[in-house]
T-cell receptor, first 117, second 112 residues
Framework: GAVVSQHPSWVICKSGTSVKIECRSL??????MFWYRQFPKQSLMLMAT?????????EQGVEKDKFLINHASLTLSTLTVTSAHPEDSSFYIC?????????????FGPGTRLTVT | KQEVTQIPAALSVPEGENLVLNCSFT??????LQWFRQDPGKGLTSLLL?????REQTSGRLNASLDKSSGRSTLYIAASQPGDSATYLC???????????FGTGTRLTIIP
Protein backbone atom coordinates (compact mmCIF):
# COMPACT_ATOMS: atom_id res chain seq x y z
CA GLY A 1 0.00 0.00 0.00
CA ALA A 2 0.90 3.65 -0.26
CA VAL A 3 2.88 4.92 2.72
CA VAL A 4 3.65 8.52 3.56
CA SER A 5 6.04 9.49 6.33
CA GLN A 6 6.75 12.77 8.07
CA HIS A 7 9.74 13.93 10.03
CA PRO A 8 9.94 15.01 12.75
CA SER A 9 6.83 13.73 14.49
CA TRP A 10 7.06 16.58 16.96
CA VAL A 11 9.23 19.65 17.40
CA ILE A 12 9.53 22.45 19.90
CA CYS A 13 11.22 25.65 18.85
CA LYS A 14 11.69 29.19 20.10
CA SER A 15 9.97 32.20 18.61
CA GLY A 16 11.85 33.65 15.68
CA THR A 17 13.50 30.44 14.59
CA SER A 18 12.69 28.39 11.50
CA VAL A 19 11.55 24.79 11.41
CA LYS A 20 11.60 22.37 8.50
CA ILE A 21 9.16 19.48 8.19
CA GLU A 22 9.70 16.68 5.70
CA CYS A 23 7.07 14.64 3.91
CA ARG A 24 8.11 11.51 2.03
CA SER A 25 6.26 9.01 -0.10
CA LEU A 26 7.99 5.73 0.72
CA UNK A 27 6.81 3.30 -1.91
CA UNK A 28 5.53 5.46 -4.73
CA UNK A 29 6.38 8.61 -6.61
CA UNK A 30 4.15 11.56 -5.85
CA UNK A 31 4.05 14.40 -8.34
CA UNK A 32 1.63 16.22 -6.06
CA MET A 33 1.66 16.55 -2.32
CA PHE A 34 -0.57 18.58 -0.04
CA TRP A 35 0.10 20.37 3.23
CA TYR A 36 -2.60 20.83 5.86
CA ARG A 37 -2.72 22.28 9.33
CA GLN A 38 -5.07 21.26 12.07
CA PHE A 39 -5.86 23.18 15.24
CA PRO A 40 -7.04 21.30 18.34
CA LYS A 41 -10.46 19.73 17.90
CA GLN A 42 -10.81 21.25 14.45
CA SER A 43 -10.73 19.82 10.99
CA LEU A 44 -7.93 19.95 8.46
CA MET A 45 -7.37 23.12 6.50
CA LEU A 46 -5.45 22.92 3.25
CA MET A 47 -2.47 25.26 3.22
CA ALA A 48 -0.89 24.58 -0.15
CA THR A 49 -0.48 22.14 -3.01
CA UNK A 50 3.09 21.12 -3.70
CA UNK A 51 4.04 20.14 -7.24
CA UNK A 52 7.33 18.48 -8.07
CA UNK A 53 9.62 20.81 -9.96
CA UNK A 54 7.40 23.87 -9.75
CA UNK A 55 6.20 26.45 -7.28
CA UNK A 56 3.62 25.52 -4.72
CA UNK A 57 0.07 26.80 -4.96
CA UNK A 58 -1.05 28.43 -1.73
CA GLU A 59 -4.58 28.72 -0.44
CA GLN A 60 -6.06 32.10 0.21
CA GLY A 61 -4.85 33.58 3.46
CA VAL A 62 -1.72 31.44 3.71
CA GLU A 63 1.49 33.47 3.69
CA LYS A 64 3.82 31.93 1.13
CA ASP A 65 6.84 33.77 2.50
CA LYS A 66 6.21 32.35 5.93
CA PHE A 67 5.41 28.79 4.92
CA LEU A 68 8.03 27.84 2.36
CA ILE A 69 7.33 24.69 0.40
CA ASN A 70 9.85 22.83 -1.70
CA HIS A 71 9.07 19.72 -3.73
CA ALA A 72 12.55 18.86 -4.94
CA SER A 73 11.95 15.24 -5.89
CA LEU A 74 9.11 12.85 -6.62
CA THR A 75 9.30 11.45 -3.11
CA LEU A 76 10.03 14.48 -0.93
CA SER A 77 8.29 17.73 -0.10
CA THR A 78 9.38 20.05 2.68
CA LEU A 79 7.51 22.72 4.61
CA THR A 80 9.61 25.36 6.35
CA VAL A 81 7.93 27.58 8.91
CA THR A 82 10.04 30.71 8.94
CA SER A 83 10.34 33.07 11.89
CA ALA A 84 7.93 30.94 13.85
CA HIS A 85 5.58 32.48 16.40
CA PRO A 86 3.40 30.85 19.07
CA GLU A 87 0.33 31.21 16.84
CA ASP A 88 2.06 28.89 14.35
CA SER A 89 1.82 26.09 16.90
CA SER A 90 -0.34 23.45 15.27
CA PHE A 91 -0.49 19.94 13.88
CA TYR A 92 0.85 19.86 10.32
CA ILE A 93 -0.12 16.95 8.08
CA CYS A 94 0.95 16.18 4.54
CA UNK A 95 -0.67 13.93 1.99
CA UNK A 96 0.29 12.53 -1.37
CA UNK A 97 -1.64 11.29 -4.32
CA UNK A 98 -0.70 7.81 -5.52
CA UNK A 99 -0.89 7.87 -9.33
CA UNK A 100 -0.78 4.09 -9.47
CA UNK A 101 -4.28 3.88 -8.04
CA UNK A 102 -5.86 6.07 -10.67
CA UNK A 103 -4.80 9.17 -8.82
CA UNK A 104 -8.02 9.59 -6.88
CA UNK A 105 -7.01 8.72 -3.37
CA UNK A 106 -4.79 10.73 -1.06
CA UNK A 107 -2.62 9.08 1.56
CA PHE A 108 -1.73 10.97 4.67
CA GLY A 109 1.39 11.16 6.78
CA PRO A 110 1.30 10.75 10.56
CA GLY A 111 1.57 14.47 11.17
CA THR A 112 4.05 16.78 12.90
CA ARG A 113 3.20 18.55 16.13
CA LEU A 114 4.85 21.99 16.18
CA THR A 115 5.05 23.94 19.41
CA VAL A 116 6.55 27.41 19.35
CA THR A 117 7.53 28.83 22.73
CA LYS B 1 -17.62 27.40 -2.00
CA GLN B 2 -17.99 23.80 -0.90
CA GLU B 3 -18.89 23.29 2.75
CA VAL B 4 -18.86 19.91 4.44
CA THR B 5 -20.67 19.26 7.70
CA GLN B 6 -20.71 16.24 9.95
CA ILE B 7 -23.37 15.57 12.54
CA PRO B 8 -23.17 14.72 15.35
CA ALA B 9 -19.89 16.24 16.49
CA ALA B 10 -19.56 13.53 19.12
CA LEU B 11 -21.20 10.16 19.62
CA SER B 12 -20.96 7.51 22.34
CA VAL B 13 -22.44 4.05 21.89
CA PRO B 14 -22.13 0.74 23.74
CA GLU B 15 -19.91 -1.92 22.27
CA GLY B 16 -21.62 -4.20 19.79
CA GLU B 17 -24.12 -1.69 18.49
CA ASN B 18 -24.40 -0.68 14.87
CA LEU B 19 -24.07 3.03 14.18
CA VAL B 20 -24.28 5.60 11.41
CA LEU B 21 -22.17 8.71 10.93
CA ASN B 22 -23.44 11.47 8.69
CA CYS B 23 -21.72 13.79 6.24
CA SER B 24 -23.38 16.49 4.15
CA PHE B 25 -21.95 18.77 1.48
CA THR B 26 -23.38 21.86 -0.16
CA UNK B 27 -22.13 21.44 -3.74
CA UNK B 28 -23.23 18.16 -5.31
CA UNK B 29 -20.72 18.44 -8.17
CA UNK B 30 -18.15 16.27 -6.47
CA UNK B 31 -15.56 13.94 -7.99
CA UNK B 32 -15.28 11.62 -5.04
CA LEU B 33 -15.83 11.38 -1.32
CA GLN B 34 -13.48 9.83 1.20
CA TRP B 35 -13.98 8.72 4.78
CA PHE B 36 -10.99 8.86 7.10
CA ARG B 37 -10.23 7.84 10.63
CA GLN B 38 -7.98 9.90 12.91
CA ASP B 39 -6.72 8.72 16.26
CA PRO B 40 -5.70 11.37 18.82
CA GLY B 41 -2.47 13.10 17.84
CA LYS B 42 -2.12 10.97 14.73
CA GLY B 43 -2.49 11.35 11.00
CA LEU B 44 -5.37 10.18 8.87
CA THR B 45 -6.14 6.65 7.77
CA SER B 46 -8.21 6.31 4.62
CA LEU B 47 -11.18 4.03 5.18
CA LEU B 48 -13.28 4.19 2.04
CA LEU B 49 -13.38 6.17 -1.18
CA UNK B 50 -16.56 6.53 -3.21
CA UNK B 51 -16.41 7.80 -6.76
CA UNK B 52 -19.18 10.17 -7.84
CA UNK B 53 -20.62 7.43 -10.09
CA UNK B 54 -20.88 4.96 -7.21
CA ARG B 55 -23.53 4.68 -4.54
CA GLU B 56 -21.65 2.74 -1.90
CA GLN B 57 -18.43 1.05 -0.89
CA THR B 58 -17.83 -1.66 1.67
CA SER B 59 -14.79 -2.75 3.64
CA GLY B 60 -15.23 -5.27 6.41
CA ARG B 61 -17.62 -3.86 9.00
CA LEU B 62 -17.71 -0.50 7.25
CA ASN B 63 -20.18 0.58 4.59
CA ALA B 64 -20.23 4.05 3.08
CA SER B 65 -23.07 5.32 0.93
CA LEU B 66 -23.28 8.36 -1.29
CA ASP B 67 -26.33 10.29 -2.45
CA LYS B 68 -25.01 13.11 -4.60
CA SER B 69 -28.38 14.63 -5.39
CA SER B 70 -29.11 15.25 -1.73
CA GLY B 71 -25.51 16.04 -0.85
CA ARG B 72 -25.18 13.31 1.73
CA SER B 73 -23.00 10.40 2.67
CA THR B 74 -23.24 7.98 5.56
CA LEU B 75 -20.69 5.70 7.15
CA TYR B 76 -22.23 2.61 8.70
CA ILE B 77 -20.21 0.71 11.27
CA ALA B 78 -21.49 -2.72 12.19
CA ALA B 79 -20.89 -4.47 15.50
CA SER B 80 -18.87 -1.62 16.96
CA GLN B 81 -15.73 -2.35 18.99
CA PRO B 82 -13.74 -0.23 21.46
CA GLY B 83 -10.98 -0.06 18.85
CA ASP B 84 -13.33 1.86 16.61
CA SER B 85 -13.09 4.83 18.96
CA ALA B 86 -11.58 7.70 16.96
CA THR B 87 -12.54 10.83 15.06
CA TYR B 88 -14.10 10.15 11.68
CA LEU B 89 -13.71 12.71 8.91
CA CYS B 90 -15.30 12.88 5.51
CA UNK B 91 -13.82 14.87 2.64
CA UNK B 92 -14.89 15.68 -0.90
CA UNK B 93 -13.04 16.66 -4.03
CA UNK B 94 -14.35 18.39 -7.13
CA UNK B 95 -13.86 17.57 -10.80
CA UNK B 96 -10.56 18.84 -12.12
CA UNK B 97 -9.44 19.71 -8.61
CA UNK B 98 -7.45 17.37 -6.42
CA UNK B 99 -7.98 19.42 -3.29
CA UNK B 100 -9.98 17.88 -0.50
CA UNK B 101 -12.52 19.82 1.55
CA PHE B 102 -12.87 18.26 4.96
CA GLY B 103 -15.84 18.02 7.24
CA THR B 104 -15.80 19.00 10.87
CA GLY B 105 -15.48 15.41 12.08
CA THR B 106 -17.40 13.14 14.44
CA ARG B 107 -15.63 11.98 17.60
CA LEU B 108 -16.80 8.43 18.22
CA THR B 109 -16.45 6.65 21.56
CA ILE B 110 -17.34 2.98 21.90
CA ILE B 111 -18.13 2.10 25.48
CA PRO B 112 -16.91 -1.38 26.52
Amino acid sequence: GAVVSQHPSWVICKSGTSVKIECRSLDFQATTMFWYRQFPKQSLMLMATSNEGSKATYEQGVEKDKFLINHASLTLSTLTVTSAHPEDSSFYICSARDPRAGGNEQYFGPGTRLTVT
Amino acid sequence: KQEVTQIPAALSVPEGENLVLNCSFTDSAIYNLQWFRQDPGKGLTSLLLIQSSQREQTSGRLNASLDKSSGRSTLYIAASQPGDSATYLCAVSAFGNEKLTFGTGTRLTIIP
